[in-house]
Nanobody
């Protein structure tokens, strides 16, 4: 079992920055690739970013590429999402998720591949 707790969501002006954190419980963090997803009101949950266990594999949605950066600290069992240049369309509940993998290079963009999810943190971009 893995428990995930997100933090860092807030109200921010367009063009501003936020850093989301996701702390994972347990001693098996290195068994999981990690991802960030988001869900806006009335829309389906969508992929934002993912990172492999060894940090060698990273993927982003086209809509956030160049603005968001995913990272992880395996010693702290924590994954981060640095969000710069925020836009109103980035407004959503952001979820981190853990995907149990066989190799340290794997990652996935598909929510169906993720075994555990956090409760989410609200990000609102508005003037």
């Amino acid at each position: 079992q893995v428990q995930l707790v997100e933090s860092g969501g807030s109200l921010v002006l367009p063009g501003g920055s936020l850093r989301l954190s996701c702390a994972a419980s347990g001693r098996t963090f290195r068994s999981y690739a990690m991802g960030w997803f988001r869900q806006a009101p009335g829309k389906e949950r969508e992929f934002v970013a993912a990172i492999s266990v060894n940090r060698g594999g990273i993927a982003y949605a086209d809509s956030v590429k160049g603005r968001f950066t995913i990272s992880r600290d395996n010693a702290k069992n924590t994954v981060y999402l640095q969000m710069n240049g925020l836009k109103p369309e980035d407004t959503a509940v952001y979820y981190c998720a853990a995907n149990q993998v066989v190799t340290e290079w794997e990652l996935s963009r598909s929510p169906a591949r993720y075994n555990y999810w956090g409760q989410g943190t609200q990000v609102t971009v508005s003037s």
